[in-house]
Structure formats: structure tokens, C-alpha cells
């Protein structure tokens, strides 16, 4: 008998369920979720009454699935590795949420007559002692696993009682410590299952396939056979056949097969796929063919549901991997309700299914009594993965088992391996903190710099200590389980870890973190509603936006990250040359031919000519090279650019005809200066006024052209008659995550608030007015520092266009990086709308730049604004050659960032919401010679060197006029 107190502290595998099985389709099911009675207690020492038996009303109703503190009952918390109670394994403290469920239901009469009746649970968080009709079942432990009971003997005709009693912690939660937001309750479905007596309800697949030829051993429960019907085939259960002719599967092609499966007295169904993963020579290979995983890490999670999905949610999350060019997930850190593993089936994505198992905290404060190396919980671990490999085992989508996230190493993770290798010898075993391989197959890491990244793709990496373990390790495959830490702004650095990836067989593969941005759908103090983080909910202990790292925001938008992501994995490869292009392949197991190449030719962003390029259809890793068409060059040409765009040529299961796998741009020549006068200078001039009414703010200004610079400051005040403030030089971005990264004392953004970058003062040394131009030179330097830069502006006009030629000059100590080397120029906030000719359509920095192309774009002010959840630096538009805001138009002699926004650089690094973010009484327009790399430092590596960036002389040359 269970009591109420000393269950919590269990630290065995769960009691009274059913073992694993693996289950087919096709057996009868009813579900039972919708709304159930419920009463909830804020501690274990308040339990209801006799609820279990019926006694008593329910105080409340709640939807099942779901979490209860997403229903308006306690209140979620956010904790990266922090266990949100004392570390006291393996006890919890009696403030302790308790949700009390129950329902009635009723069984079909032909269930009871016949077979079994079980009762399942997908997903039960953390820990609940279920009853049916007042009869206690067991212990479910394992917040994301399947459990079964047998509750054949327990039910009657009409009305039947299902009571559970969910407990929000309990010994479990020790090592179920993801970094992710303690939401409790029934959140996955619930379900009565009919076994008919003779009908297979526990079926293994094992499939492999090689040089065309699949085989298959199907093995069930009862004697029968099988029948693959698509390939005229039947076979008995549990003899090993192989077949002819059969297509595999990979997730470049899923092919699937439907075996139907035959007991004495009934069929059932299981969807299978031939192919064979296995690791040889060091390398990782899928159907015989070394393969990259181009993966993300995956959580469920929805802004308003938490980890209570829909179907619809994950086949949106499905396609929006297959769309970025991705062709894998990690089940980070825990598996994944079953329907998602369906999809990857049929869509064709490689998972790594990860055992619900993270015990991180321990590694953060100290080793001791982590439960991986406690005998205490040897059985509970090795249950756990039992539990996930049976259940999963059959699709052939799974190709890796991890033992699970960030519990360190101990013996009880040698036990769940080796329990594995024994259930299924056929997938490599993963584990990132076995960091000797000894008891994983591949050897895997995190966030590794590129630099240690190359030498380990040379298997060049230093050595381990004892040479045996070197030797085992140097041997096997690498895989980054997590990489691109995809929090705010960013990552950068993909496109390098693609070609070093890329550049070497022993990497398997690498895994961005992480799909989508974890934030809550709440409101703040002033009634915004906000995507809310760590600290929202009234946490006492919480890891803040560090929830907020997805490639998709919590409403599942793109990031730009994401398009960013589609674009370093893209298929196929285009390298220019002189008049040909090199297609290249990067698909490892199909050819091309589902898809079209069209190539456009534009004059300054201006479609001039198109049309289809004929490609040969390429094998994997195949390539072709093939001639440019002829390119039409007139005198008065502009800029003319070659874009190749590669589309799916018919439309396929996850995407329609059309859509863009790749592209490709090569500037085919540059055109002329753009920034010049094109009439000759008119002459500078200073109002002078004499006389009683004269109004002094007009003695201030000097005029060239249409440009009033104001003499005391030397800057800007008007344009054409457009009110203007700048251009003023800035040095400060509004700290991205990557800038502030984890450690505070060595972030980058720390180092530009000392230097006080985000307060630079500035002084106008002098201004020259000779002849036709106007020459001011300004002091920019902070408080109570020394170092400063010397900019010298130098206006001249044609009369309609204002040229300002610019040279920066640092002086002093400037060997820290800095954020931006550009300026801000002011102005109304009417100018709303900006159209510009550069890289588009999305934000791009110089190291987030894959996706960006040359083009004509134009936005309404807002839609340049990218919502990251913590405001930070975003929005540029790269390679701007011109920019035309409201009126404005802003042409420079070289290609530069352009950042248009309501907001100042302050106001974005002050607020901690998006949807706190107030539009100013102005607008800011930054023009930036370069900024500095984005990185990947909130969780890895910061910029590669070629994207610090350092302060050192500059010159520019910007024209600016009022458009006529
Ligand atoms: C790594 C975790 O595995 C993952 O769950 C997540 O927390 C990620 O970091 C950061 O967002 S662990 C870290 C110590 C590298």
C-alpha cells in the first residue's frame, strides 16, 4: 500500500505498470480527454478526502490534457539547471502543488467480454498514484514517458472511476532537471486501450536495408504472419526474410511500408521503412552512406498550452524544419509524445529520441549524490530508457538513442547502455557527457568553438590522458548535440561550422539550439501582453530570457535565425566562376531531379531578364558545372547582378512547387560610382542678419545646398526642408544576448559600458566654411575617459544633392571591439515607410548573413523591427547601396548597414519586453560601415576573429537628398 507521504521519496521505477510494449495501429482506443473534475492543493499535506473513491465534489473543472499552471492554479517557473527546491535527495518539501483529477467513464461491453483493457498515460508530470473505481493502480514516475496499467479486472458495466493525484515534485524531479519551465500535470494524452485476446498488440519491426535488398523480422506476441501488401510480400512473424526490390528510407526519401500483421484473431498495423544506420570506419552512415545531420533541438512548447501540444502544433513544427533545410531533430531532453515520431516517419526527419533524464544541477553546485551514479536509482534509469525504446523502436525515423541531457557521467548511465545495446543493437548510442566514450558510440560535445572543431574533424583533437581511451575515442564519429546557441540575435558562425562539418567524415552531424523560443503568453506590471521569461511569474529562483532561444519565436513566427538556418543548409551549391557556375550537391542519398534552377538578371535591383538554367539531374554529392547565359552589358548599365534560385520543381509532402531550397548571387559587374555630384558645387552659405528682429537660431546655421548644418554642433538640422538631428557617430549596439552572454565580468557588452559607449559626448573642434564646402570636425569621447575619435565631416552640394565626405580617426586605446562603427541620423517619425536597394528581405549581420540577397525591398518602419523577446539590437539590412526613408534618400559610396527604427538603441537595451517597447517622438535611422559579429556567447563561442570588430580609421562618403 502506497500512503501519501512516502511515495514521493521513490526512487525505483514506476509500480504497477504494465512493461513496455511496443505498440501497433490499429487496435480500438478511447480517449479520455476533455474536462475532468479537479481540486488542487498548493501543498502535499492538503490532500481531498476519499476523492479517489468518489467522496466529495471536485472543487473544479480542468482540461485534459494540460498543465495546471497554465488553468489559473499555481504558477509556472522558469529555471535553467537550478532545482527549484533543496537539494535533499531524495526528498521534496510538502510545499508541493497537488492536482487531484477524475472522470467517468465507460467501457464498451465487447471490451469487458473480451482481451484486456488498458489504461495509458503519454505524459504525466511529475509524479500521481492513479485509481480506478476506488482501487489504487500504482505510482506513475517518468514525467514524459508512457505508462500502462492493466485495468481489465477493475472495471463494470456503466459507470466507471478514474481518479489521479499528480504531485508537482517528488523524488523524480531530481533528475528530470531540464532547462525548461516546471509545468505539472496530466499534459499528454490519456487513453483506454482494448487488446482482443489474439490479436497482436506488441509488434517489433526490425528492418535493415542495403544494395537494394531490405530485410525485415517482424515478431508480436501471438503467432501469425505478416504481409507487406505494396510489395506482394507475407512472411511469418519471427523469421527473418529479406526482400528484393524494396526502396529505402531516409529522410531525404521517407518511403514507407505498411506491414499488416495477423494473430489468430485479428490484424493490426505497423508503418515501417527499410535503411540501416551503423557506424564503420569512424564514420556515420545511413543506408551504407556517410550522412550529416543537419539537426535542432527540439522541446515541446506552446506560449499558452506549455508542453500540452496538438497535432497541429508539431506537424507545424515538422514542416517548419523540413522547409529550413534541416533533416533532423534531437528530442531534447525527453522523448516526444508518439504522434511527432509519426511525422518524422512520413516527412523524413533523423531523430535522435533522448531518455527523459537531465540531472544538471548537480553539476552545477557538486557531484555529490548525483542519481547517475547511485545505486538507488539504477533500476529507475534503466526503466526509463526501456520505456522509451520499447515504446519507439519501430520507427525507422529514430537513427541514435541518447541516454539523455546533462546528468554527467556515473555507472547507472553505463547500465541504461548497456541495456540498450542488448534491446537494439541496430542505433548508435549517444551521450554528450560520456566524455570517453565509454559506453556511447559516437563521441559528442556542445557549443565547441570552430578552432577546436577543425582539429577534431582531422581527429587531430588533443589527446586523452590514457591512450586507450584516446585510441577508442579518436576512432569515432563527432557529433555537436548543440550548437548555435539561437538566443536573441543571431547565432552567428554558422556558415563555418557547415564547411568544417562538411569538410571532414567524421562528423556526423550538429544540432542548432533550439527550435523554439520557450516564453510564456503573460502581462507585465503596465498590462502589456508579453511573451514572458524567467522572473514574469513571480519566480524566487529563475535563469531570466534564457528560455528564449529558438529559431522560431513562442508563436512560432520565424526568427530571422531561421531563414538563416535554411540557407547554410541548403542541398545545393552554387560557386561562380568567371562565365560558368559549379553546382554541387549536398543531398547523401537522392538525386535532383525534383528540382528547377531559375536565374534573373537585374539592373540596379531591376529584374532586366530570366529564365530556367538547364542542369543535369545530380546524384548525391554529384556535381556539374554549367555556363552562365549571356549577359546583355550596355553603357548605361547599373549594377548588374546574376541570381540563380533553386525550387522544388513539384510540390512535395512538406512544402509546395515553388519553394525555394537555395540561391545564389554573383555580381556581374559593379556600375558606376553612385555617389558623385552631378552638377557642379554651389557655394556654401552662413545667414548673416542685421537688425532688431533678427532670430539668432538662424545665425547658428550654414547652408550647402539643401543641406543647414548647425555651426555650433556641425551637425545636421534640416535637409530640403525635412527636420534633421546627425549624422552623429555611434559606436554602441543595444547589447544582443550574444553581447551580454552568460558571465556578466567578461561580456562584451560589459567591456562597452565601462568604456561608456552608450554615453559618448561630443564637441565640435572646429567648422571651416571655404569656398563650397563646409568642414566640421567633431570630438566623440566619453566621460572620464581620455580615448576619443576625431571625425571630420566635409559637406559639399550640387544644389539638389548634399555630399558629406567623412574620415574617423581614433585616438587613444581602441583595442577593445566595439558594437557599431556607424551613424545615427534623426528624423521625423512621419517617415514611415523605407525602400532601399541592398540585401533583403530580412535582418542580417556579418556573420548571419546566408540568407540575406541583393534586391529592391521596401517596409513600412515596423515590419523592419524584429521582436526578440529581451529588446536587443536588430533590423539591419546589409549591403544597403541606397535607402530611401519617407522622403530621404541616403546613397553611399560603399555598402553599408541600415537600421530604421522607432526606437533608440536605450530604449531597446532598458526594456525588458517587446511589447513594452513605445515608438520615441522621432525616428532612428542608423547607417553602419560595419557591426560588430553576433556570435553565439550566450551559450558558446563569440564572433570568429574576421567578424570582431575594431575601431580603426575609416572613410565614407554619403549623399543625401529630399527625392524631388
Ligand atoms: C545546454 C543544455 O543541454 C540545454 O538544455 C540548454 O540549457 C542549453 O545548454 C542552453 O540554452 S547545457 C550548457 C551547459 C551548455
Known amino acids: 500500500m502506497i500512503t501519501p507521504t512516502d511515495y514521493l521519496e521513490h526512487t525505483g521505477p514506476p509500480l504497477g505498470t504494465l512493461p513496455p510494449r511496443t505498440a501497433p495501429d490499429g487496435l480500438p482506443a478511447l480517449d479520455l480527454g476533455g474536462c475532468w473534475g479537479f481540486s488542487w492543493s498548493a501543498d502535499s499535506t492538503d490532500l481531498p478526502e476519499g476523492f479517489e473513491a468518489g467522496r466529495g465534489e471536485a472543487a473544479a473543472t480542468i482540461d485534459v490534457p494540460s498543465h495546471w499552471q497554465l488553468q489559473g492554479w499555481g504558477r ?33 461491453q465487447a471490451w469487458r467480454s473480451s482481451g484486456r483493457v488498458l489504461l495509458r498515460f503519454e505524459g504525466v508530470d511529475s509524479t500521481a498514484v492513479v485509481w480506478v473505481n476506488g482501487v489504487q493502480l500504482g505510482l506513475l514516475v517518468g514525467s514524459r514517458l508512457t505508462h500502462e496499467f492493466d485495468v481489465t479486472e477493475h472495471l463494470k458495466a456503466g459507470e466507471n472511476l478514474i481518479a489521479v493525484r499528480v504531485h508537482q515534485w517528488s523524488a523524480s524531479s531530481y533528475i528530470e532537471d531540464q532547462d525548461q519551465w516546471w509545468l505539472s500535470g496530466i499534459f499528454r494524452e490519456v487513453s483506454l486501450r482494448h487488446l482482443p485476446t489474439g490479436v497482436p498488440s506488441d509488434v517489433r519491426v526490425d528492418t535493415d536495408w542495403a544494395d537494394g535488398a531490405g530485410s525485415i523480422t517482424v515478431t508480436a506476441d501471438v503467432p501469425g504472419r505478416f504481409e507487406i501488401s505494396e510489395l506482394g510480400f507475407t512472411g511469418e512473424l519471427g523469421e527473418p526474410v529479406t526482400i528484393q526490390g524494396v526502396l529505402p528510407w531516409s529522410a531525404e526519401s521517407p518511403q514507407l511500408y505498411d506491414v499488416t500483421v495477423y494473430g489468430p484473431s485479428g490484424a493490426v498495423h505497423v508503418r515501417t521503412g527499410f535503411r540501416s544506420v551503423s557506424v564503420s570506419d569512424g564514420v556515420f552512415r545511413v543506408n551504407g552512406a556517410r550522412t550529416v ?66 540531472t544538471h544541477g548537480f553539476i552545477d553546485v557538486d557531484p555529490e549524490g548525483n542519481p547517475v551514479d547511485d545505486p538507488r536509482w539504477t533500476q529507475a534509469l534503466v526503466s526509463r530508457m526501456g520505456s522509451m525504446v520499447t515504446r519507439d523502436r519501430n520507427h525507422p525515423c529514430i537513427v541514435m538513442w541518447s541516454l539523455g541531457n546533462e546528468a554527467d557521467t556515473g555507472f547507472n548511465l553505463a547500465a541504461m547502455a548497456a541495456w540498450t545495446k542488448s534491446a537494439d543493437p541496430s542505433r548508435p548510442i549517444q551521450y554528450e557527457c560520456d566524455r570517453e566514450t565509454a559506453y556511447t558510440d559516437v563521441w559528442s560535445q556542445m557549443y565547441t568553438p570552430h578552432q577546436e572543431l577543425a582539429a577534431i574533424a582531422q581527429r587531430a583533437e588533443p589527446a586523452l590522458p590514457d591512450l586507450a581511451q584516446d585510441a577508442r575515442r579518436r576512432a569515432k564519429p563527432y557529433l555537436l548535440c548543440e550548437y548555435g546557441h539561437a538566443m536573441g540575435n543571431g ?94 550537391s549536398a543531398y547523401d542519398h537522392t538525386g535532383t531531379a525534383n528540382l528547377s534552377y531559375r536565374w534573373t538578371l537585374t539592373d540596379n535591383g531591376i529584374e532586366v531578364d530570366a529564365g530556367e538554367l538547364p542542369v543535369p539531374v545530380l546524384g548525391p554529392g554529384d556535381q556539374a558545372d554549367v555556363r552562365f547565359p549571356e549577359i546583355p552589358r550596355g553603357a548605361d548599365s547599373g549594377e548588374l547582378v546574376f541570381t540563380v534560385s533553386v525550387q522544388l520543381a513539384a510540390e512535395a509532402a512538406w512544402a509546395p512547387a515553388g519553394h525555394e531550397i537555395a540561391f545564389a548571387q554573383h555580381v556581374v559587374s559593379a556600375g558606376p560610382a553612385r555617389v558623385q555630384l552631378r552638377s557642379p558645387a554651389v557655394a556654401a552659405t552662413v ?34 526642408g525635412v527636420t534633421l538631428a546627425g549624422p552623429r557617430l555611434e559606436l554602441w549596439r543595444a547589447p544582443t544576448d550574444n553581447d551580454r552572454g552568460p558571465d556578466e565580468a567578461t561580456a562584451v557588452a560589459s567591456a562597452w559600458s565601462r568604456l561608456g559607449l552608450h554615453r559618448l559626448t561630443h564637441r565640435l573642434t572646429h567648422l571651416d566654411v571655404t569656398g563650397p564646402a563646409v568642414t566640421a570636425v567633431i570630438r566623440t569621447a566619453a566621460a572620464h575617459r581620455r580615448d576619443a575619435v576625431v571625425t571630420t565631416y ?39 515607410t523605407v525602400a532601399w536597394y541592398g540585401g533583403g528581405p530580412g535582418e542580417a549581420y556579418s556573420d548571419s548573413r546566408a540568407a540575406s540577397r541583393l534586391g529592391r525591398y521596401e517596409s513600412a518602419v515596423p515590419s523592419l523591427h524584429t521582436p526578440y523577446a529581451r529588446p536587443q539590437e536588430n533590423g539591419q539590412r546589409l549591403d544597403v547601396r541606397w535607402a530611401q526613408v519617407g522622403p530621404l534618400r541616403i546613397t553611399g559610396d560603399r555598402p553599408f548597414g541600415l ?66
Not at 529555471?79 to 477524475?102: A, I, K, M, W
Not at 530604449?907 to 553565439?936: K, M, V
Open 293 to 358: 545531420l543537419r539537426g535542432v533541438n527540439r522541446h515541446d512548447f506552446h506560449p499558452l498550452r506549455g508542453r500540452a501540444l496538438t497535432r497541429q502544433d508539431m506537424l507545424d513544427d515538422v514542416l517548419a524544419i523540413k522547409r529550413a533545410n534541416l533533416n533532423a531533430l534531437r528530442t531534447s531532453h525527453y522523448p516526444p509524445p508518439p504522434y511527432l515520431l509519426q511525422l518524422c516517419d512520413q516527412y523524413g526527419l533523423y531523430v535522435i529520441d533522448e531518455c527523459d533524464l537531465e
Open 794 to 832: 566635409r559637406w559639399s552640394s550640387d544644389g539638389q544633392q548634399a555630399l558629406c565626405e567623412i574620415t574617423v580617426e581614433p585616438v587613444g586605446d581602441w583595442t577593445v571591439p566595439v558594437g557599431r562603427i556607424g551613424w545615427v541620423l534623426e528624423q521625423p517619425p512621419e517617415h514611415d
Open 491 to 584: 547565432p552567428g558562425g554558422l556558415l563555418e561550422y557547415r564547411d568544417l562539418i562538411e569538410s571532414s567524415q567524421r562528423c556526423a552531424g550538429a544540432f542548432v539550439w533550439e527550435l523554439i523560443d520557450q516564453g510564456l503568453t503573460t502581462t507585465d506590471a503596465a498590462g502589456n501582453t508579453i511573451v514572458g521569461y524567467g522572473g514574469d511569474l513571480g519566480e524566487v529562483l529563475h535563469s531570466g530570457n534564457f528560455c528564449c532561444d529558438g529559431l522560431l519565436f513562442a508563436d512560432r513566427s520565424p526568427s530571422p535565425g531561421m531563414a538563416q538556418v535554411a540557407a547554410v543548409n541548403a542541398p545545393i551549391r552554387l560557386a561562380f566562376g568567371t562565365d560558368s557556375i559549379v553546382i554541387s
Open 687 to 720: 545667414f548673416q542678419q542685421d537688425g532688431p528682429d533678427r532670430d539668432s537660431s538662424l545665425e547658428r546655421i550654414v547652408s550647402v545646398g539643401p543641406a543647414r548644418i548647425d555651426r555650433y554642433t556641425g551637425m545636421l538640422v534640416e535637409l530640403g
Open 76 to 108: 509556472p517557473q522558469y529555471t535553467n539547471s537550478q532545482y527549484p527546491f533543496p537539494l535533499d535527495v531524495p526528498h521534496v518539501p510538502f510545499e508541493n502543488e497537488v492536482g487531484s483529477y477524475r472522470r467517468l467513464f465507460e467501457v464498451p
Open 899 to 964: 537600421t530604421v527604427s522607432p526606437y533608440s538603441r536605450r530604449q531597446l537595451a532598458e526594456t525588458a519586453h517587446n511589447a513594452a517597447l513605445r515608438p520615441e517622438d522621432r525616428l532612428f535611422c542608423h547607417i553602419d560601415l560595419a557591426q560588430h559579429g553576433l556570435g553565439s556567447a550566450s551559450c558558446g563561442p563569440g564572433p570568429l576573429p574576421e567578424d570582431v570588430l575594431l575601431l580603426t580609421p575609416q572613410t565614407f562618403t554619403l549623399a543625401m537628398e529630399v527625392a524631388p
